[in-house]
């Protein structure tokens, strides 16, 4: 089992950055693909990146690719985000799983969540 906690949500405006941090903790945590997904009020959870166990591997969602940047050092994983919209609006979670995918049920392991708004 890994554990996750979030870090580095907050308010920023359109066109402003945030990196977000995930820490996990767990001894075969190495082993594990991790994703961001995020959830906007009265919409599903939705992906929005993933990366392979040793970071050589990285799929995004459309809307965030040229924006958005996910890599993994050690116990961490970052979500970089640039050129940020209002529609980036979301709680943001980190997720950990055997698989590299896009797909919710892949992960089994989620964090709590950080909110991330991004004012126009």
């Known amino acids: 089992q890994v554990q996750l906690v979030e870090s580095g949500g907050g308010l920023v405006q359109a066109g402003g950055s945030l990196r977000l941090s995930c820490s996990a903790s767990?001894?075969?945590?190495?082993?594990?693909?991790l994703g961001w997904f995020r959830q906007a009020p009265g919409k599903e959870r939705e992906f929005v990146a993933a990366?392979?166990?040793?970071?050589?591997v990285t799929y995004y969602k459309d809307s965030v690719k040229g924006r958005f940047t996910i890599s993994r050092d050690n116990a961490l994983v970052y979500l970089q985000m640039n050129s940020l919209k209002p529609e980036d609006t979301a709680v943001y979670y980190c997720?950990?799983?055997?698989?590299?995918?896009?797909?919710?049920?892949?992960?089994?392991?989620w964090g709590q969540g950080t909110q991330v708004t991004v004012s126009s």
């Open positions: 997720a950990a799983g055997r698989r590299t995918s896009a797909t919710i049920e892949q992960y089994s392991s």
């Open positions: 767990g001894r075969t945590f190495s082993s594990y693909a």
């Open positions: 990366i392979n166990y040793n970071g050589d």
